[in-house]
């Protein structure tokens, strides 16, 4: 009788067919956890809104809109600091609405890059292959880019901070118009990244998402301001205030200006505590909102 030995030292028959031993070995390591994955999937969407660990060519875009935010920033800074000014040209809190442009380029960019190239390729089932629900895709997903928006509009800022404080301007007057601002930034980052990235999970093409989110925000922005300068013209005070209600950028100026006492500079802000609390309303249905239509549309995805 032939042994086993025998057999592989004889080679394969015709027609059969041989297994090697490659050396490989089991995974003995520590299995990590739905949070782990969550948190890994938000810092590499996070990078990746920068075009950071991906091709040049993918940095390029996102860096000089960085670029463009930053740099009225730091001519305001330059003028404080050389004229000595009593006060920041502009201020914080209206800073963000001044380049509203910039930051609906950026999310128009970026929201497709990062949810619609996973459509596109099929890659969802390898997500789903483990331990990461689709609720937590979708929350790592909307925090990055919440995060990747943040960051866009944070960084102005805070270089507008740092150069008031340079041309010595009384830090406790500065201190709490940047907490504002940050505070609105946050609100706007939230908006902007639910409503593009729920229209960027419609279609797996992304040039047809970017072209879609632009012409969402940018109709918003024109029928807000529209409505309000009618209302302005016939007296419609009231209307002109709610009318902040129509663009995510108002919206949230609106909420800076009610129930954080900023300075706005649109020609009316909500009426009221009851026009207060209906743009604070109206900004956290949005968001949840978002992030409900993000959890139904990838339930439907198919693995």
């Known amino acids: 009788m032939s042994t086993p030995g025998d057999l592989a030292a004889q080679g394969p028959r015709p027609g059969q067919g041989v297994i090697h031993d490659l050396g490989y070995r089991h995974y003995d390591g520590p299995r990590l956890s739905r949070g782990h994955l969550t948190r890994a999937?938000?810092?590499e969407s996070a990078k990746g809104a920068y075009g950071l660990g991906r091709s040049a060519r993918s940095k390029v875009m996102p860096m000089l809109l960085l670029a463009a935010m930053c740099l009225p920033a730091l001519?305001?800074?330059?003028?404080?600091?050389?004229t000595e000014v009593d006060e920041l040209p502009g201020g914080y809190t209206s800073y963000v609405l001044n380049v509203q442009l910039l930051a609906m380029i950026y999310v128009a960019g970026q929201a497709p890059a990062s949810v619609s190239r996973d459509l596109r390729f099929r890659v969802m089932p390898l997500y789903f292959s483990r331990p990461l629900h689709r609720i937590d895709y979708v929350a790592a997903k909307y925090a990055a880019m919440t995060a990747a928006v943040f960051f866009l509009m944070a960084l102005p800022l805070t270089i507008m901070f740092v150069g008031a404080l340079l041309a010595k301007?009384?830090?406790d007057e500065q201190l709490p118009d940047y907490a504002r601002s940050l505070t609105g930034a946050l609100l706007v980052a939230l908006v902007l990244a639910g409503i593009s990235l729920v229209i960027a999970a419609v279609t797996p093409r992304r040039g047809?998402?970017?072209?879609?989110i632009i012409a969402v925000l940018a109709i918003l922005a024109g029928v807000q301001a529209s409505v309000q300068g009618i209302a302005v013209e016939q007296?419609?005070?009231t209307v002109a205030g709610y009318a902040g209600l129509l663009s995510p950028f108002t919206l949230v100026d609106g909420i800076q200006h009610s129930l954080l006492g900023a300075e706005?500079?649109?020609?009316?802000?909500p009426p009221g505590t009851i026009g207060a609390l209906v743009f604070l309303g109206v900004t956290v249905l949005v968001v949840a909102a978002c992030f409900g239509a993000l959890v139904l549309r990838y339930r439907k995805v198919s693995i």
């Open 75 to 82: 001519i305001i800074a330059v003028i404080a600091a050389v």
């Open 264 to 269: 706005t500079p649109l020609p009316e802000g």
């Open 235 to 237: 007296g419609e005070r």
């Open 169 to 171: 301007l009384p830090i």
């Open 41 to 43: 999937l938000f810092l």
């Open 208 to 212: 047809l998402g970017v072209a879609a």
